[in-house]
């Protein structure tokens, strides 16, 4: 007789926000969580990206799709009332979603920055963390629910291009700090994951992307770059009860690049 093995997502309602197409950190996320055993809901930015969404989420057992635009706090709040009507509850929330306008990606930071982009990349990568936790903070109250964000190490060191994002990302890595303050009494915890460099589509949008994935696999100590589905693999420990001790915490994914300091001195 087969002996039944369950995921340890199993019987777990996530919502994942971010996924745009098969290439992305939210589809690693979301394929890991549904081999789990989570069940999984599926928002999408407008209708224009809809079939694609629906296209991958089929996949991963989805059922439900919700349009969302994360810069409408109205959006959200719809999309947690369909949430509500349909589950009546959330075991999780994965936020995947970061923006700036090209431009500001592209140059000197003290050139490229400007008021409008600094507020949209704000907005847009770091609020609607926040946003969504305020919206489904009663849909996860008492769960052991889990909130979780994709941050880069650009947070806290600089690198070429990425300019302003950087600067979203520590704001984004201090709003998961604040979060888990605010929400531990509720029994929700909030993590982040710092990923290492993926060739995403989204990536493809800071100049000179190639090059950081080529520096990135020289200098890491497993000497090559993440896949998407080893974040997801993280991403499915920090949304489980598995990770029932972890909250406020930034969980480098980045084949350990960010431990270090040099590269290889025989190259000089």
């Not at 002996?3 to 971010?18: A, D, N, R, S």
């Not at 989805?62 to 969302?68: A, D, G, K, P, S």
């Not at 982009?117 to 969504?132: E, P, Q």
Request: hydrophobic residues 45%; glycine residues 10%; neutral net charge.
């Amino acid at each position: 007789m087969l002996k039944l093995i369950m995921g340890f997502l199993e019987g777990k309602k996530i919502l994942i926000v971010g996924v745009a197409n098969k290439y992305s950190i939210a589809a690693g996320i979301a394929e890991s969580m549904h081999k789990q055993g989570a069940e999984l809901i599926l928002s999408y930015q407008s209708e224009r990206l809809k079939d694609k969404v629906m296209k991958l989420g089929n996949d991963w057992g989805c059922n439900t799709y919700i349009e969302c635009d994360v810069a409408s706090d109205e959006s959200i709040s719809k999309m947690m009332d369909i949430i509500k009507k349909e589950w009546g509850f959330l075991d999780g929330i994965v936020h995947a979603v970061g923006f700036a306008p090209a431009n500001e990606l592209d140059g000197n930071f003290i050139d490229a920055s400007t008021r409008e982009g600094f507020i949209t990349a704000h907005d847009i990568s770091v609020y609607s963390f926040t946003a969504l936790a305020k919206a489904g903070k009663s849909l996860m109250n008492g769960r052991n629910a889990s909130l979780l964000t994709l941050s880069y190490l650009g947070a806290e060191r600089t690198l070429p291009n990425y300019n302003v994002m950087g600067v979203a990302k520590a704001a984004l890595e201090s709003t998961t700090r604040y979060l888990a303050n605010s929400m531990g009494e509720n029994g929700i915890r909030v993590n982040a994951i710092s990923a290492g460099p993926v060739k995403t589509l989204a990536a493809s949008g800071v100049k000179s992307f190639k090059k950081m994935l080529t520096y990135n696999a020289s200098r890491a100590p497993l000497k090559r770059n993440i896949s998407t589905l080893e974040v997801g693999n993280a991403a499915a420990f920090l949304c489980s009860d598995l990770a029932s001790g972890i909250t406020g915490e930034i969980l480098y994914v980045d084949a350990g690049f960010n431990i270090t300091a040099m590269g290889d001195l025989s190259e000089i």
